[in-house]
């Protein structure tokens, strides 16, 4: 069975950082990318960020690009450090492995979530 976990999350401050992390399970990901979109309340989900299978590849939304840093130290195992925090980057944050894409109808399997909560 494949399982995708995220864990980090937390209450921080403005300014502040995190680090999330994915680990998935129940298969090779050898040859998937590993990404991260979030979610805030009333609004849709959107792409944060992207590491392909070679761990050299990597894609970032606007609003995070600078402040945020993805890593992979293994084909199961990835990071997603938070820096620079703002009260717009509260949302659940998503862990995913499919194709390496901005567009979340690319990848195939998906984590439950991990809420990330910026105070201002």
């Known amino acids: 069975q494949v399982r995708v976990v995220e864990s980090g999350g937390g209450l921080v401050q403005a300014g502040g950082s995190l680090r999330l992390s994915c680990v998935a399970s129940?298969?090779?990901?050898?040859?998937?990318?590993m990404g991260w979109f979030r979610q805030a309340p009333g609004k849709e989900r959107e792409f944060v960020s992207s590491i392909n299978w070679n761990r050299i590849d990597t894609l970032y939304a606007d609003s995070v690009k600078g402040r945020f840093t993805i890593s992979r130290d293994s084909e199961k195992t990835h990071y997603l450090q938070l820096d620079s925090l703002k009260p717009d980057d509260t949302a659940v944050y998503y862990c995913a492995a499919g194709s390496f894409s901005t567009n979340s109808g690319d990848y195939k399997y998906w984590g439950q979530g991990t809420q990330v909560t910026v105070s201002s």
């Open positions: 129940g298969r090779t990901f050898s040859n998937y990318a």
